[in-house]
């Protein structure tokens, strides 16, 4: 098709949005928006979301004080010091190794 020949018909514009983030199981965040620019909002929502997790994931950071020696056992490590299952059948998805359990 010639670029000569093209005609648009018709235009989709954005009228409103709504999302909800789901995170350890259950709804954390959740938006609703219905007003000008809501393309531009969206853009602003997901900056402050990331913000936020950002901002909170340092709440998991813990300095672990180990001596090399330490460094290397847990490298190599080929169980769970939690569990003493094997880290090769552990499951990433399963939600219970996120547990609030004195851990973190």
Do not use: R
Not at 50 to 72: E, G, I, R, T
Request: aromatic share 14%.
């Amino acid at each position: 098709m010639e670029a000569d020949t093209i005609q648009i018909t018709s235009k989709h514009k954005a009228l409103s949005y709504a999302f909800a983030y789901i995170g350890g199981g259950a709804v954390s965040h959740w938006k609703y928006y219905d007003g000008v620019c809501p393309e531009k909002q969206f853009i602003v929502d997901m900056l402050n979301l990331a913000d936020f997790h950002l901002c909170n994931s340092s709440v998991y950071k813990q300095v672990m004080n180990m001596n090399p020696s330490d460094w290397f056992d847990y490298i190599n490590s080929s169980t769970c010091v939690i569990c003493k299952k094997p880290l090769d059948e552990l499951d990433p998805n399963d939600p219970s190794l996120f547990e609030d359990d004195g851990y973190m």
